[in-house]
Structures are given as structure tokens and as C-alpha cells.
């Protein structure tokens, strides 16, 4: 969707008006949510009048112009695209275009994709050659207008204040049909560059082939994914795991064949699979040439597994998605969505920020279900952690009875995460009460350890030995202490506070900080094991060896657990009273007690919930001495 469109001719009339800008500013809030920065409408006033200059000397006054045009399934929105018609072929042509106002721009000397600005001081940006590539590439793998018309799509990065001296080193990033780099210098190569690309005709029908497009993944993408994750990811599925992916296909099948849509979900505790299921699904899906998708509602969790699916090809990565992607998403344009991680659906897509004319009125889950043929949920209701989570069988049930559709339950009794313990599962659900029976002593289990620890240096010291022993092992705890923004020197703050001991949170953000990863990496790289981290950047992974710390916000006393909203610093809970974040808070403990595969050492802040702890573990850990505070 576009801000704006029209002709060339009518696009350099606005221009020479003066009134585009406000054309574009006037819309901006309705289209994007909130109102456009006052440095974005300075560079239109300042780049557009070049550009329709430039389309008239070119005589290219009825090519389509669409101005911010929203990228499929994503907010980034391009500069430009020019719709019309190619000279050679008289295909649908379109030309995605980038405008700069840059007048110096210097690549740096170990990263050619990246570029420091004078306007943006040291702080790196992405090559405008490569931006305008990736729209280009995103373009082509998410809008079917592209699929059967060869050479349809072309992009330039135009640097229309800058001569080629002032960033001669940006020539070192090599240039392809999908970006090319002209500066004002280099007008006249533009103009040519325009000519090759579009005719001197009406792009009103290509314009519309564009905007009336289906959004889904092109054949080609589909073939890349298939590649990337089915071929490198073998793997094997058990019983109910098999069971799931065969009715999923079926289903797929189904739709083809008759129009026929279903519902499907399949739930299960951590560790049963459900990834390892979702995975399989989009690499045979993608095999078979189906439109699939991936969706969670975790930042984390998606990073994590574009990071795993999409490690050879990066295009592969635009395949998975958030559950808000598909707000305003065709009726059934995809075949399959997965939508992993499914009880992070919330009530709706829509947020503050979320303009008219993007609110649909709708539920999340039914936003979801509408959008493919077959929905599929992989879900575990006992890890709704935050308020606004609605994601349950009998949610997703109710949205498919609503719309009349038939609908599939799968549940996968399997337990691959917790050593495959069926058992610590249990204990941990009786233990928080989210299962029957109260809280009973551990019983053991031959394929896993769980150990109380007196300390939480006695806690860091056990887990410490066990990752020098080439294991992972991570720290979590309750969000009971502040999560500070690092210093200016770079250092984490030390917020997690017990008596003489302390650590930092995780990284809040998507940059490492002080050799400590972004928050999306905190499971995974080993670096991770220094800092803390909270059930926001736990949930969806798992690590060897478990640390878990009970913070005051929930804690034991006679023979009940008492919820603590004082305590919390989880800024999700505001406004919520004590009974309204007890099964939250419980979930959030099940979420952490369940993220070990060899082992978990528990501890807590509250003398009596730790003997609660001390008294159902009868094995005590063993005496390590603590690490020195480094």
C-alpha cells in the first residue's frame, strides 16, 4: 500500500505545487500509525522534486509513481516504485528506487555492505546499493506478480547530492540488476538506467497487477527453502510428532484438491517436539511448492529460528514471520501458516501505534486462521506468561466454531526437553499447582538431576563446573529486580542483587554489549552464561543445565503459594492485582523450571520457599566452592 500514487506527470505537478509533502504527511498517520518525523518530510520536500524532474527529462510522464510502498508482510516501506512497461520484452517493469540525500558516505574498510554517514555521525548504516537490493529480493520472493514474469524488477540507490568523489568508496559494494548506485554526477546514466527499464506508455495496468497481487512465497523462495531446511535438517519424528505432520500435509492436500480448509492444533508440554514439527512441515511444505509460513509472537524465538532455518540463505529468513504480519492478510492466500509458539496469540494485532486503516476489528487468532487454508497452532497453555496471552485450545476452538470450520487436536505426550522425563514435567506442574496432588518430594530420575542449592553463589558455582565441563548451562530468575540500559562505558549493571551476590540482566536489545550477546542470542552463545536471564528471553529455548531463582514475587507459606505483585519489576504486570498475576507467575516458574535437557538447580530469596525446595529434593547438591567475583 502506498501513500501516494500517481502518473509521472501528476507526481511532478504535486512537486512543483508544493503540495506533496503534505499530501504525504496528511496521510502518514492513517496509513502508518503515527505521524511522520519532521526529518522524514524534509527529505521528501528535498528528493521527490529531483526525482520527478528527472522522470519528465527521461519522458517517462506516465509511469505509475508510488510513493513509501509498503513492503508485503513487513512495516520497511520503499522510497519509490516505479510501475510501467518494459521497453524490450512489453512485460509488466518495475523499478524500486532509494533516495539519499547523502553528499559524502564512506564504506567501511572490513564491512563493504555497511557505510558511515557525516549526518549519522560513527554509528553505521546499512550500503544503500544493498537496502534497495534486499527490497528488491523481498519483493520477488512475497508478490506472485513477480513469479512468471522474467526481468520484471530492477532497483537503484539514487545519491542525487552527492559526485562520485564524495563516496567513492560505496563503488567497492558490487552492483546487480536488483542495485545500482547513481550520483548527481552520473544523472544522465540514471536517466538511461530509467529508459532501459520502463516505456513511454501507461503504467496504470502494472500498477495494478502490483497492488492486487497475491502475498505469499514464490516458487523459487519455496525451493530455497526447501533446500535450506529439509535437506540440511534431517528429522525424526516419533508417534504423535508423525501423526501431526502427516494430518498437516493431508490437510494441505486437501485444500488443493477441494477448497477444503481446516483447523489444526497441536499442543504439548515443552520439549515435546512441537518445533521439531514445525520445521519439518515448512521444509516438506516449501518441497512441495505450498505457500507456507511461519508466525510466533516471541522476538526471540523467531530471530532464533531465522538465525536456524535460514543459516546458508538469508532470503530464507523472510519466511517467518510475527503473528501481527498478518493484520490485514489476503482470506486464504497462503496454504499453510504455522503459527509456533502459539499461546503468545494476544486479544488483537492492533497496537497504539496501529493506524485506522490498518485495524481490522478482528481477533488475532482469527486474523490467523483467515489467512491460510490450513492454520496450524503448536501450543503449551501453561506458558501464558504475560497479561494480554490468550492462546489456548479452547480459544482457538472457539474462533474455528465461529467461522464454522472443522477442527483437528493433536496432543503430543512425548518429552524430549527435561532429559525426556516425564517425571520432573510432573513434579514441576504439581509443584507450581498447575496440575492435581500439591507439590510432592522428587522421586528421582535416571535421566535427570534436580538439585537445591543454599546459595545463589552455590547455585552459580554448580553450574559454572558443569559448563567447564562442556556443557551449557544458563541462570534465570523471577523478574524481581530493576533491568537497567548499560553504562555509558558499555558495562552491564549488576541488578540482580542477593546479598553479596550479583549479575546482570541479559542484554535488553538486538546489539551485543561488553562481549555480553543480544538478548536474542542470551540461550545460545556461550557468552550468555554471565548475565541473568528473564522468562522473556528463556521461553522457546533450552540449555543443558537449569538455574532457576524463586524471586520474592511468588512464594510459599503454609501450604500455598502467595503472589507478590510488589515484588515484580516485570512491567507487563502494572496495574494488576495480586490474583490476576498468580497464574502468570506460576506459568513464568514452569517456563524456567523446564528449560533444562541433563539437569536443573533450583534456589530462592524466601527462607521458607527454599525449605519447601530443601524438603522435596532430599539429595542436597553437593558442596562447590564459590567462584571468585570477577
Given amino acids: 500500500?502506498?501513500?501516494?500514487?500517481?502518473?509521472?506527470?501528476?507526481?511532478?505537478?504535486?512537486?512543483?505545487?508544493?503540495?506533496?509533502?503534505?499530501?504525504?504527511?496528511?496521510?502518514?498517520?492513517?496509513?502508518?500509525?503515527?505521524?511522520?518525523?519532521?526529518?522524514?518530510?524534509?527529505?521528501?520536500?528535498?528528493?521527490?522534486?529531483?526525482?520527478?524532474?528527472?522522470?519528465?527529462?527521461?519522458?517517462?510522464?506516465?509511469?505509475?509513481?508510488?510513493?513509501?510502498?509498503?513492503?508485503?508482510?513487513?512495516?520497511?516501506?520503499?522510497?519509490?516504485?516505479?510501475?510501467?512497461?518494459?521497453?524490450?520484452?512489453?512485460?509488466?517493469?518495475?523499478?524500486?528506487?532509494?533516495?539519499?540525500?547523502?553528499?559524502?558516505?564512506?564504506?567501511?574498510?572490513?564491512?563493504?555492505?555497511?557505510?558511515?554517514?557525516?549526518?549519522?555521525?560513527?554509528?553505521?548504516?546499512?550500503?544503500?546499493?544493498?537496502?534497495?537490493r534486499r527490497y528488491c529480493a523481498f519483493l520477488a520472493d512475497f508478490t506472485r506478480a513477480f513469479e512468471h514474469v522474467p526481468d520484471a524488477l530492477a532497483g537503484a540507490a539514487y545519491l542525487h547530492n552527492a559526485t562520485d568523489f564524495g563516496v567513492s568508496s560505496l563503488r567497492s559494494l558490487p552492483e546487480s540488476s536488483y542495485g545500482r548506485l547513481f550520483t548527481r554526477q552520473r544523472r544522465a546514466e540514471f536517466?538511461?538506467?530509467?529508459?532501459?527499464?520502463?516505456?513511454?506508455?501507461?503504467?496504470?495496468?502494472?500498477?495494478?497487477?502490483?497492488?492486487?497481487?497475491?502475498?505469499?512465497?514464490?516458487?523459487?523462495l519455496l525451493s530455497v527453502a526447501a533446500a535450506e531446511i529439509q535437506d540440511r535438517e534431517q528429522f525424526t519424528l516419533v508417534d504423535e510428532q508423525q501423526v501431526a505432520y502427516r494430518l498437516v500435509l493431508r490437510a494441505a492436500e486437501r485444500a488443493a484438491r477441494a477448497d477444503h480448509k481446516q483447523v489444526i492444533v497441536v499442543s504439548g508440554g515443552p520439549g515435546s517436539g512441537k518445533s521439531v514439527i514445525a520445521l519439518s512441515l515448512l521444509g516438506e511444505l516449501s518441497r512441495q511448492g505450498r505457500a507456507v509460513m511461519h508466525a510466533t509472537g516471541s522476538?526471540?524465538?523467531?530471530?532464533?529460528?531465522?538465525?536456524?532455518?535460514?543459516?546458508?540463505?538469508?532470503?530464507?529468513?523472510g519466511m517467518f514471520k510475527y503473528f501481527n504480519s498478518f493484520m490485514n492478510a489476503e482470506r486464504n492466500g497462503l496454504d499453510v501458516l504455522i503459527c509456533d509458539e502459539a499461546h503468545r496469540i494476544r486479544e488483537t494485532s492492533a497496537n497504539r501505534f496501529t493506524s485506522a486503516a490498518l485495524r481490522t476489528g478482528k481477533r488475532q487468532v482469527t486474523e490467523l486462521i483467515e489467512a491460510a487454508r490450513v492454520p496450524v497452532f503448536l501450543l503449551d497453555q501453561h506458558q501464558v506468561v504475560r497479561p494480554g496471552e490468550t492462546g489456548s485450545l479452547a480459544v482457538i476452538s472457539d474462533a474455528a466454531r465461529d467461522l464454522g470450520l472443522d477442527l483437528v487436536h493433536i496432543q503430543l505426550d512425548a518429552q524430549f526437553r527435561c532429559g525426556g522425563s516425564r517425571a520432573y514435567e510432573e513434579w514441576v506442574l504439581r509443584l507450581l499447582g498447575l496440575a492435581d496432588g500439591g507439590p510432592t518430594a522428587w522421586s528421582g530420575d535416571v535421566h535427570f538431576a534436580v538439585q537445591v542449592a543454599e546459595s545463589p553463589e552455590e547455585l552459580e558455582g554448580l553450574l559454572r563446573l558443569k559448563a567447564t565441563d562442556a556443557y551449557g548451562a544458563r541462570m534465570t530468575a523471577g523478574f524481581c529486580w530493576p533491568w537497567s540500559d548499560p553504562r555509558p562505558d558499555g558495562t552491564l549493571v549488576d541488578d540482580v542483587v542477593i546479598g553479596g551476590w550479583s549479575k546482570p540482566w541479559n542484554v535488553k536489545g538486538d546489539r551485543a554489549v561488553g562481549g555480553a550477546p543480544p538478548s536474542d542470542l542470551w540461550a545460545t552463545d556461550p557468552a550468555g552464561f554471565e548475565q541473568v536471564g528473564c522468562v522473556y528471553t528463556a521461553q522457546g529455548f533450552e540449555y543443558d543445565w537449569n538455574g532457576v531463582i524463586f524471586g520474592p514475587d511468588l512464594v510459599w507459606r503454609d501450604d500455598r503459594w502467595i503472589a507478590n505483585r510488589a515484588a515484580s519489576k516485570d512491567p507487563a504486570f502494572r496495574g494488576l492485582a495480586d490474583v490476576e498475576i498468580d497464574p502468570l507467575l506460576r506459568n513464568v516458574y514452569k517456563v524456567l523450571m523446564t528449560r533444562g535437557m541433563v539437569g536443573t538447580v533450583l534456589y530462592s530469596t524466601d527462607p521458607h520457599t527454599l525449605e519447601l525446595l530443601r524438603s522435596l529434593v532430599a539429595e542436597p547438591a553437593p558442596h562447590v566452592v564459590a567462584p571468585r567475583a570477577r
Fill in 1 to 132: 500500500m502506498p501513500l501516494f500514487r500517481a502518473s509521472a506527470a501528476t507526481f511532478a505537478a504535486e512537486t512543483v505545487a508544493g503540495t506533496l509533502a503534505g499530501r504525504l504527511a496528511g496521510q502518514y498517520p492513517y496509513v502508518v500509525g503515527h505521524r511522520a518525523a519532521d526529518s522524514e518530510v524534509r527529505s521528501w520536500q528535498q528528493s521527490l522534486p529531483v526525482l520527478a524532474h528527472d522522470l519528465l527529462d527521461a519522458g517517462l510522464h506516465d509511469v505509475e509513481v508510488l510513493v513509501e510502498y509498503q513492503l508485503p508482510l513487513s512495516s520497511k516501506r520503499i522510497d519509490v516504485l516505479l510501475a510501467g512497461v518494459h521497453p524490450r520484452t512489453g512485460l509488466p517493469s518495475y523499478v524500486v528506487i532509494e533516495l539519499k540525500q547523502w553528499s559524502q558516505a564512506e564504506a567501511l574498510d572490513d564491512a563493504d555492505d555497511l557505510v558511515y554517514v557525516d549526518a549519522y555521525g560513527r554509528h553505521p548504516v546499512l550500503h544503500p546499493v544493498e537496502q534497495v
Fill in 299 to 317: 522476538k526471540s524465538f523467531t530471530q532464533t529460528m531465522r538465525k536456524v532455518a535460514g543459516h546458508r540463505n538469508t532470503r530464507v529468513k
Fill in 191 to 220: 536517466l538511461t538506467f530509467l529508459q532501459s527499464r520502463l516505456a513511454a506508455t501507461s503504467g496504470v495496468e502494472a500498477a495494478d497487477r502490483l497492488l492486487n497481487s497475491k502475498t505469499a512465497p514464490s516458487r523459487q
